[in-house]
């Protein structure tokens, strides 16, 4: 049983790691570039935001599991929220690195997560980690609405 717990600790820190790696920067707007070997822009942005924001909400959820410990139980929703963002925004930003067929899918369903992880961080007005989380999540929000947008693909 300690075995199974370890490996999918250790499948989640590779699948981190892998993503972060993929889409290693900060996000920024399309670039000229982005279009050469016929990649789509937008997808690229969007890849990147979702990638800074799985950071984001990783180590946010690690910092409420902190407040937890600390008596704080307030923050087991706001844990569970930049949990479950975390891993569809690495999932998101996996599908649109490559282009996935389902990317659309995939990041409407990022922009719902984002918009309740930046809602739930944002109930901490006096808590750094958990506003700029609440920000990056407004940002991906924002960039995965733009992508589905562009692509005019709509989910």
Known sequence: ????KHL???A???A???VWSGTAGTAREPAAGDEQHGRNPHMQHCARSCADCMRACESCARHCAELIAGGQKEHMHTLGTCADCGDIC??????TAREGPLAVTLCAACAKACAACGAACGKSPDDKQMQDCAKVCRECEK?????????????
Request: charged share 15%.
């Open 12 to 14: 989640l820190v590779a």
């Open 16 to 18: 981190s790691l892998f």
């Open 8 to 10: 999918g600790w250790l």
């Open 143 to 155: 960039v995965c609405r733009e992508m589905i947008g562009e692509t005019g693909q709509g989910a």
């Open 90 to 95: 690495a999932t998101a930003a996996k599908l």
């Open 1 to 4: 049983m300690q075995q199974r």
